[in-house]
């Protein structure tokens, strides 16, 4: 899983690459744990992905955007930047 641009402002794309079809999770957090958008709550087949992350409405800093799927779990960094 990749962000770019990273930092961004005021949006990021998310890529990553499934393997097989699966129910996949993409979640954003902030620093504290919270969660703050779910982008993807749904099953997707295999192959390249890609999602926009608008952050309209969240102040500066850090964030973790967080894949989800039955055979993996990854988490990224990614700053915002006003």
Same mark, same amino acid.
């Given at each position: 899983?990749?962000? @770019?641009? $990273?930092? *961004? $402002?005021?949006? #990021?794309?998310?890529?990553?690459?499934? $393997? /097989?079809? /699966?129910?996949?999770?993409?979640?954003? @957090?902030?620093? #504290?744990?919270?969660?703050?958008? +779910?982008?993807?709550?749904?099953?997707?087949? /295999?192959?390249?992905? #890609?999602?926009? *992350?608008?952050?309209?409405?969240?102040?500066?800093?850090? @964030? *973790? /955007?967080?894949?989800? #799927?039955?055979?993996?779990?990854?988490?990224?960094?990614? +700053?915002?930047?006003?």
């Amino acid at each position: 899983m990749s962000a @770019y641009p $990273n930092p *961004f $402002n005021p949006s #990021t794309t998310i890529a990553f690459d499934l $393997n /097989a079809r /699966a129910q996949v999770s993409l979640d954003v @957090y902030d620093v #504290t744990g919270r969660l703050v958008r +779910t982008l993807i709550n749904e099953q997707l087949n /295999a192959g390249s992905y #890609t999602h926009n *992350f608008d952050a309209q409405g969240l102040p500066s800093g850090a @964030y *973790f /955007a967080r894949l989800v #799927t039955p055979q993996v779990s990854q988490t990224a960094r990614i +700053t915002l930047i006003r």
